[in-house]
Antibody, heavy 120, light 110 residues
């Protein structure tokens, strides 16, 4: 079964850091681009970041550029989202998603999400 | 990276057809055939319904179809069913090599 499982969410103070992980299984992980999408409470979906199949190319939304770093370890079928300088507006459910090939081709598998709360 | 523009809500009766529009710009929807549509039920993860403007993933009902004209993409759901009631989001690739979502549309089946 194709599956994505996020972890690492929690409560963090403004200005703090958090690292999210996403463990993939059931497909050849290294063949696919991957992405992160978030959803603030009661709000719509917001694209956060994408990474190429090799991990050599990344892109970020302006709202997180310079603060978040997206990486992957194809040996361990795992994604990482390092989030620094967190703000209240980063509070959201964070989903990792698999691209059909690239993420621009559609994201066809999603995790269940992990919740990040930025508050003092 | 402004969000794509979707109507906040649409509604229809069972058996009817509805169309949700997604208005972009010459920097996202217009020049690329990389528009996707996602369905999200409350408390659940999004589900891919349409990719590359018109294509349906395996397992998605053929009652769902997508199209594009200029800077506007559309999702049409025919033969509305109660289970179609959900939030729908469009998504497009942009000239900045990023992705952008629409604000979302709440579909109510009357």
């Amino acid at each position: 079964e194709v599956q994505l499982l996020e972890s690492g969410g929690g409560l963090v103070q403004p200005g703090g850091s958090l690292r999210l992980s996403c463990a993939a299984s059931g497909f050849t992980f290294s063949n696919y681009a991957m992405g992160w999408v978030r959803q603030a409470p009661g709000k719509g979906l917001e694209w956060v970041s994408a990474i190429s199949d090799s991990g050599g190319v990344t892109s970020y939304a302006d709202s997180v550029k310079g603060r978040f770093t997206f990486s992957r370890d194809n040996s361990y079928n795992t994604l990482y989202l390092q989030m620094n300088s967190l703000r209240a507006e980063d509070t959201a459910v964070y989903y990792c998603a698999k691209g059909r090939s690239g993420t621009r081709n559609g994201m066809d598998v999603w995790g269940q999400g992990t919740t990040v709360t930025v508050s003092s | 990276q402004s969000a794509l523009t979707q109507p906040a809500s649409v509604s229809g009766s069972p058996g009817q057809s509805i169309t949700i529009s997604c208005i972009g710009t010459n920097s996202d929807v217009g020049p690329y055939n990389y528009v996707s549509w996602y369905q999200q039920h409350p408390g659940k993860a999004p589900k891919l319904m349409i990719y590359e403007v018109t294509n349906r993933p395996s397992g998605v009902s053929n009652r769902f179809s997508g199209s594009k004209s200029g800077n506007t993409a559309s999702l049409t759901i025919s033969g509305l069913q109660a289970e179609d009631e959900a939030d729908y989001y469009c998504n497009s690739y942009t000239s900045s090599n990023t992705l952008v979502f629409g604000g979302g549309t709440k579909l109510t089946v009357l």
